[in-house]
C-alpha cells in the first residue's frame, strides 16, 4: 500500500499535479524617496526617526540589506529605469535620452495600466542648448507612463518649488499649487486615484518621491506649518518630520490597497535614490552616520530595499547578499513574464521563494557630469560584501574602515584579502576602460 502511495506521488509530481503553482501577476508599487540612506529607517537601526509603516512592511517583507545605488539622483534613475550601466546610457545630469527602453514602457508592454509621480528631472532641463526635447511634456508617455503627475519635467526648480505652493504637470497641463498645498500629497493622492480607477486592472505604479531631499522645510505635520511665511524656512531640525511623513505616505497608500482587497497581491518595493545629505547626521544602534550623498562611499550608495507581497512572502525575513540599482530592471521583467536585455540580475526569485543564485559583486561607474563639488567624486568600483576595489587600485576592507579612511597595502593582503583583490581586478577588467 505504501509502496502504491509514493509511486502516486511520484507520478502526479511527474505530470506537474503537485508543483507549485506560479504566481500569480501582482499589481507592483516602486517607491523610491528622494535622498535617504538605509540608516533613515528604523529597521536598519535608525534611533531617531518614526518608521512605523515601512518598518512593519520590513518585518512583514523582505529587507535587503546591502543595497547598492549610485551616489547621485539621476545616475540612479537612469540605472533603476533601464537596467544598464551608466556608462552605456548616461549623457548628462539630469536627461534620459527618449531612445532608451524604460521599466514604464516594459511594464506597459506587459499589459500593464501604468502610471508616475513625484520626481522627474530627466527632460534635460541643465541642458537646453543640447537637447532639443527638454520642453516635451509627453517624455513620460514615451518612456511607457500612461499618466503622470510630475515636478520637474519642463520647469525647472529654480522656476517653482516641491514642498508648499509646489509647481507641477499632471497629463500636459502646467499647475501652480497654493501655499496651503504640499507636493507629496498632491503626487501621493494622484496614486491614491490612480489605484482606485484602476483596481479592476493590473497597474504598475513608480512613485520617485521628492522627499526628502533639501531644502529641510516643515511638513503639514510640523508646529511651523501653521506660519504660512516660513513655510520654506530651512532646518535640519525639520529632516525628521520629512522621514516620518515619507513614513506617512507609504502608510496612505497600503491603508488604500487593504480598503480596496488588493494589499495581498500588490508587490510593494521600497528604496532610496541614494545616500543621505551630507549635513544630516543619524544616530543609529550601532553608530552616528553622516550622509554621504554624491560620493561612492558607503554612507553615498547604501540605500534602504524593502519588498512587501503577502500573497508570495508570508514570513518576514533579511536578506544580506548584493543588490545593485541594474537589478530593479530585469526584476520587473521577470514579474511581468517579458524577456529583456540587461546588466542586471533579477531577484525576482527571492520575492517568489524561488532558488536564487546571489550576485557575487556590485559594479558603479559614476560620472556625473554636474557641480565641481560633486564631480570630484568622479570614480568606478566593485565590491563584494567585504571589499571594495576602485580603477585606481585603492583597496578597502569594509568590515573594519566603513568610512574608507585607510586603503589596504596589496603587497600585505591576508590570504582571503588577496584573493578578494583578485577577483574584483577580474571583475573591474569586464568593463570598458574609462579614464
Not at 512605523?52 to 545616475?75: E, K
Not at 547578499?321 to 514579474?335: K, M, Q, R, V, Y
Request: aromatic share 14%; hydrophobic share 30%.
Amino acid at each position: 500500500m505504501l509502496f502504491f502511495i509514493v509511486s502516486l506521488i511520484v507520478a502526479l509530481s511527474s505530470l506537474g499535479f503537485l508543483r507549485e503553482k506560479a504566481p500569480e501577476k501582482p499589481n507592483v508599487i516602486l517607491i523610491m524617496a528622494d535622498d535617504m540612506g538605509y540608516e533613515c529607517l528604523g529597521t536598519y537601526g535608525s534611533t531617531t526617526y518614526r518608521t512605523p509603516v515601512l518598518d512593519s512592511l520590513a518585518s512583514n517583507g523582505i529587507r535587503f540589506d546591502r543595497c547598492i545605488s549610485q551616489p547621485l539622483c539621476s545616475p540612479s534613475r537612469l540605472k533603476l529605469m533601464t537596467g544598464k550601466y551608466n556608462y552605456r546610457n548616461y549623457e548628462y545630469f539630469g536627461y534620459l535620452n527618449p531612445n532608451q527602453y524604460t521599466i514604464g514602457n516594459l511594464m506597459h508592454d506587459a499589459g500593464y495600466k501604468t502610471c508616475i509621480a513625484g520626481k522627474w528631472q530627466l527632460n534635460g532641463l541643465s541642458n537646453k542648448d543640447s537637447i532639443s526635447t527638454w520642453n516635451d511634456p509627453k517624455i513620460p508617455n514615451r518612456f511607457g507612463f500612461e499618466e503622470y503627475c510630475l515636478w520637474q519635467l519642463t520647469k525647472g526648480g529654480a522656476e517653482g518649488e516641491r514642498y508648499s505652493a509646489p509647481l507641477f504637470e499632471k497629463n500636459g497641463e502646467l499647475i501652480q499649487g497654493s501655499k496651503d498645498q504640499y507636493g507629496p500629497d498632491i503626487f501621493s493622492d494622484f496614486v491614491i486615484d490612480f489605484i482606485e480607477r484602476k483596481k479592476d486592472q493590473r497597474f504598475f505604479i513608480y512613485y520617485p518621491m521628492v522627499l526628502v531631499h533639501y531644502p529641510f522645510v516643515p511638513t503639514p505635520d510640523s508646529p511651523d506649518w501653521k506660519n504660512k511665511e516660513g513655510r520654506y524656512k530651512k532646518d535640519t531640525a525639520y529632516f525628521k518630520d520629512m522621514v516620518a511623513y515619507t513614513d506617512k505616505i507609504v502608510g496612505k497608500i497600503t491603508d488604500k490597497l487593504h480598503e480596496l482587497n488588493l494589499d495581498k497581491n500588490t508587490l510593494i518595493i521600497f528604496t532610496g535614490d541614494n545616500g543621505t545629505h551630507s549635513s544630516i547626521r543619524t544616530p543609529t544602534i550601532e553608530r552616528t552616520i553622516q550622509g554621504g550623498k554624491g560620493n561612492t562611499t558607503d554612507a553615498g550608495t547604501h540605500v534602504p530595499l524593502i519588498a512587501y507581497w503577502p500573497d508570495q512572502i508570508r514570513h518576514g525575513r533579511s536578506f544580506e547578499g548584493l543588490i545593485e540599482f541594474s537589478d530593479f530592471f530585469p526584476t520587473l521583467a521577470d514579474i511581468a513574464g517579458q524577456t529583456v536585455q540587461s546588466d542586471g540580475r533579477s531577484f525576482y526569485p527571492l520575492l517568489a521563494n524561488q532558488r536564487y543564485e546571489p550576485r557575487a559583486t556590485a559594479f558603479v561607474h559614476y560620472d556625473p557630469r554636474w557641480s565641481a563639488n560633486v564631480n570630484r567624486y568622479r570614480n568606478r568600483f566593485v565590491r563584494n560584501l567585504e571589499y571594495k576595489l576602485y580603477q585606481d587600485g585603492k583597496f578597502y576592507s569594509l568590515k573594519n574602515d566603513i568610512l574608507e579612511e585607510n586603503p589596504l597595502k596589496t603587497d600585505k593582503l591576508s590570504p582571503k584579502a588577496r584573493k578578494a583583490h583578485r577577483d574584483l581586478q577580474k571583475e573591474l577588467a569586464l568593463h570598458p576602460k574609462w579614464q
